[in-house]
């Protein structure tokens, strides 16, 4: 008797969820994309697991892209149907795979944001440094812009990782490798400064608390938290584009190529595992190069 395909698709939702352990939103995504092709199968007059071929899979890929899918969603697609077909191969329902080998295509990337250094510099006044916190979003917006590290790491901080008078501080990235990196006179100089009582006073008594940055409660600072503060900031301070909490890091790295700095050493100040993650900047580093070309060179235009 010949064994439909589509009465292979929950077999398979079950050994994801047992064999696996995803969870139920993976699960859904897994069984949407598969049972969708398995309708386009069977409009096709495909209905036995082996009647399906590279070319069919290919095919159906292909009118996603027509219909305007993104990128990614073509290549959560392909993930799926790769992980249906191995799980039907590993069953000996089909005797070979037609997914194997297949890619994902690649997703155009859309490079990141990057402030003028004019909005830096109207970002970085923002803050009202009569007061507790707005000497400490000060100091962290001056340390993130001096040092590049990520917004985890930043909120990760303790007291004694910024050393202000050596002008440098030491964070953990995502993977647990530690790194120092360096801090201009500007960004430690507000470090000092908010240390040196708005962070007593935000404690609130918490002697215990070792986080550098704290919230109105006294405790650690959140991405969250981070996130709406410079959220605030970049409206008063008249920007239009969208911030991000890694802005000021993006901006750190392309400014610094844009000045002449080598590419292996902003590699290492960001914590690149891969130098071609930090290459992106290059390319708008030469960008703004160019437009300022355009703009001063005598003969440019």
Request: charged residues 25%; aromatic residues 6%.
């Amino acid at each position: 008797m010949e064994i439909q395909i589509k009465a292979q698709l929950q077999p398979f939702i079950a050994y994801l969820s047992g064999d696996k352990g995803l969870s139920s939103s993976t699960l859904e995504s897994y069984g949407r994309d598969v049972a969708q092709f398995l309708d386009f199968a069977g409009e096709k007059g495909l209905v036995a697991p082996e009647d399906i071929r590279r070319v069919h899979i290919q095919l159906y890929l292909g009118e996603l892209r027509n219909a305007g899918k993104a990128a990614a969603t073509v290549n959560r697609t392909t993930v799926s149907l790769r992980a249906f077909f191995h799980y039907m191969l590993r069953e000996r329902v089909i005797s070979q795979d037609p997914t194997l080998d297949m890619e994902a295509i690649k997703p155009n990337k859309k490079p990141p944001m990057v402030l003028s250094i004019e909005d830096i510099e109207r970002l970085l006044a923002a803050p009202d440094v009569t007061a507790p916190p707005g000497k400490r979003d000060k100091a962290m917006l001056e340390l993130l812009y001096a040092t590049g590290i990520r917004v985890s790491e930043l909120i990760a901080l303790d007291t004694g990782d910024v050393q202000t008078e050596l002008k440098f501080a030491r964070c953990t990235g995502a993977s647990g490798k530690e790194r120092v990196v360096p801090i201009g006179s500007i960004a430690a100089q507000c470090v000092a400064e908010y240390e040196s009582g708005s962070r007593e006073q935000l404690l609130r008594g918490n002697a215990d608390e070792p986080a550098l940055f704290l919230n109105s409660l006294g405790g650690r600072l959140t991405r969250q938290g981070f996130w709406k503060i410079i959220k605030k900031y970049a409206r008063g301070a008249g920007i239009a584009e969208e911030i991000t909490p890694h802005t000021l890091r993006h901006s750190f790295a392309a400014h610094l190529l844009e000045g002449g700095a080598d590419l292996r050493s902003v590699q290492q100040m960001l914590g690149h595992a891969d130098i071609s993650t930090t290459q992106v900047y290059s390319g708008i580093a030469r960008r703004n190069m160019k437009e300022v070309y355009e703009n001063f060179h005598p003969r440019a235009k």
